[in-house]
């Protein structure tokens, strides 16, 4: 299984140009892949004046120009920022994540993330997409989430929070519930306990947050860094920071990670970041199960 994770900043590239088609080349240059892992996607963010829209001016719908990029993939999207009536003749605005699967998917979960007061600092929602696919070993959940940027405070409840979803999806496989019927809503509820948790944590390898998504929980699979998996000894390559000095000043460092447990850990065959693209603020991540 190969899956890629990729901060897309709306398709907005070191040179200031919003180009979704690029950051679907540039992924496709990289290899094929099995699923492909989305933040910073954008619907209805396209208003081009200078008090409105994303910078670069986006499509209207990054989620139905993904899929259109990607025959062959199905496409969720799951969505953190869902503004209306900001003012009078602005679009809905939503912003979030997308998980491309060209797997068989199984089910679609999205988890509204803990968004705690923090007054001294600027926020917004956030979100974790969860799918359940079937791979050639067996079923995984696949986890991309993408973290509160600037309040600590945020980010360690979402960290916790991931943690704890976590524990319900272990429990739920240990212990399901039949479906109703096999038509119902009410499906049966096992979910894999064998799990990737992927995205932009905005928080640097031995954080707070890294170190707190790393503790042990008790009965339940560790969370291991894939990258350690495969490079064990050896420091993060950047994964932001290295193209667009003007938004990173201080300079590049590695914020963007791939989780797997405990049970994936041995099976882990790659982890590389790709350094040369620059068709986003962050780099392409990607990852290789045996």
Known sequence: MRLLNWNIQWGRGADGRVDLAR???????????????????????????????????????????????????????????????????????????????????VRALRHALPWPPDPARPSMPRVALELHVQTGAGPLRVVTTHLEFYSEIQRLAQVQALRGLHAEAVAHAREPAPAERIDSPFAETARPASAIFCGDFNSAAGSSAYRRMLEPQAGVPSFADAWVCAHPGRRHDATVGLHDRAQWPDGPFACDFIFVTEDLAGRVARCEVDPRSAASDHQPLILELA
């Open 23 to 105: 950051i679907v080349h540039e992924a496709q240059a990289l290899g094929e892949f099995d699923v492909l892992c989305f933040q910073e996607v954008s619907r209805g963010f396209h208003a081009t004046s200078a008090s409105a829209g994303l910078p670069g001016g986006p499509s209207a719908d990054q989620y139905a120009e993904l899929a259109a990029l990607l025959p062959g993939y199905a496409v969720f999207d799951a969505v953190a920022t869902d503004l209306a009536g900001l003012a009078p003749g602005l679009p809905r605005r939503q912003f979030g994540n997308a998980i491309a699967a060209r797997l068989p998917v």
